[in-house]
C-alpha cells in the first residue's frame, strides 16, 4: 500500500478576490493518498479559496501548513456530486491531512469542529450547483484537459466562459 501523503505541494497563482474570498488557480494536480490508501485528487486548473479559516481562529494554526489540505478538500467537496464522496469522510480527511502536515490532535479537531460547523454552505452550494467551468480557471488547461474534464466531471456547459 503506498504510503500516505501528498504527491507534490500546491502550485498556486493569484485569480481575484471577490468580497472577502481571495481565489486561487491550481497550477499543478495533487493527490493525497488517505490512511486507508485511498488516493484523492485535485485537479489542475481548479480554483481554490484554500482553507477559509476565520481571522479569529487563526493564531490557533500558527505553524500548520493548511494550502495542501484545503486545496484537497476543496476539489473532494466540488466533485462529490460527481464522486458520491460524504461530508462527514471529506471534513474527516482534511482533519487527517492536517495532522500529518503537523497540526497537533488539538488543532486537528479544531478544524474538523470548525468545518462541521462551518462548511454547510460551501457543501450545499457544490451540491446543488454540481460541477461547472466556473469552478476551474480554464484560461490554463489545454483542449485536452477540457475535453478530460468535461466527461470526468460531467460539465454540462460544452463552451467554457472563461477561456481566453
Request: aromatic share 10%.
Amino acid at each position: 500500500m503506498p504510503k500516505p501523503g501528498f504527491s507534490a505541494q500546491p502550485i498556486l497563482r493569484p485569480f481575484r478576490s471577490a468580497q472577502s474570498c481571495e481565489l486561487w488557480t491550481l497550477m499543478n494536480t495533487v493527490y493525497y493518498v488517505s490512511q486507508a490508501g485511498r488516493t484523492y485528487e485535485a485537479p489542475r486548473g481548479m480554483l481554490t479559496d484554500l482553507a477559509s479559516i476565520p481571522t479569529l481562529a487563526t493564531g490557533l494554526f500558527r505553524g500548520v501548513d493548511h494550502r495542501a489540505p484545503g486545496v484537497i478538500h476543496d476539489a473532494r467537496y466540488l466533485l462529490s456530486p460527481v464522486t458520491g464522496e460524504k461530508r462527514a469522510d471529506l471534513d474527516s480527511l482534511f482533519a487527517e491531512m492536517c495532522l500529518l502536515q503537523g497540526a497537533s490532535p488539538l488543532q486537528g479537531s479544531a478544524l474538523h469542529t470548525g468545518l462541521e460547523l462551518g462548511g454547510w454552505h460551501a457543501w450545499d452550494d457544490c451540491q446543488a450547483a454540481g460541477v461547472t467551468w466556473g469552478d476551474f480557471d480554464v484560461s490554463v488547461l489545454t483542449d485536452e484537459e477540457i475535453a478530460d474534464y468535461r466527461v470526468r466531471f460531467k460539465i454540462a456547459d460544452l463552451r467554457p466562459s472563461l477561456r481566453a
